[in-house]
């Protein structure tokens, strides 16, 4: 399957204004409230998913129509970015003992692959 150049781009773009967003939120929880970084990460990782859901379906993948099959499906996909960045940052501040800037890179790497691939073949298809 070969897969557009200029739909990755927007894809990025995209994914660089909702990690901005995930990270403003993270840190802010957690430098200035105190917040636990594992919890700080699930809130963060919400407020970011409506910049992806709203540049994605606008932009991206040009969904102009609002359908609730989407959006259910979506929220299918945010679940699953959820658990796993949640997952990658307990590994990373529970189990390794690393800050929790290293968690939220860790999953900024792994994760953005695997849900363009399910929000390209299942969630916008």
């Given at each position: ?21 995930h990270y403003f ?32 379906s606008l932009w991206?993948?040009?969904a102009r129509r ?60």
């Open positions: 399957m070969a897969l557009p150049a200029d739909e990755i781009f927007r894809f990025v773009v995209v994914g660089i204004a909702a990690t901005a967003v939120v993270l840190s802010v929880g957690v430098e200035l409230a105190g917040i636990d970084p594992i919890m700080m990460t699930s809130m963060a990782f919400v407020c970011a998913a409506v910049v992806t859901y709203t540049g994605q991206v993948f040009q609002h359908r609730k099959a989407r959006l259910a499906r979506f929220s299918v996909s945010v679940l699953a970015g959820l658990v796993g960045n949640v997952a990658i940052m307990a590994v990373a501040v529970n189990l390794l003992r690393l800050d929790y800037t290293v968690g939220f890179v860790s999953g900024l790497i792994l994760v953005p692959a695997a849900t363009y691939l399910l929000n390209r073949t299942w969630v916008f298809s």
